[in-house]
């Protein structure tokens, strides 16, 4: 039985369409399959990580002003 948390969590993602070049799906296909995900668990990994990365990067200005430098 799967727990009821799980389809909570699958309704809150949202899902968007991207267009690559043969090229660079090409080398996103073969991460993917080094690493035994699908190519969309990969591309999703790979944005979640550039906006914590963006978030934090906006955060550090304020940061840094709140603390007088």
């Known amino acids: ?3 009821p ?3 909570d969590d ?3 993602r949202l899902r968007t369409t991207v267009t690559l070049s043969e090229e660079t799906h ?3 296909s073969e991460w993917a399959e080094e ?3 699908t190519l969309a668990n990969l591309l999703s990994y790979i944005a979640a990580r550039a906006a914590k990365e963006r978030q934090q990067q906006k955060e550090a200005p304020s940061l840094k002003k709140a603390k007088g430098q």
Do not use: G, K, T
């Open 1 to 3: 039985m799967s727990n």
């Open 26 to 28: 090409q080398i996103l």
């Open 10 to 12: 699958l309704m809150a």
């Open 35 to 37: 690493e035994e995900r």
């Open 5 to 7: 948390n799980d389809l």
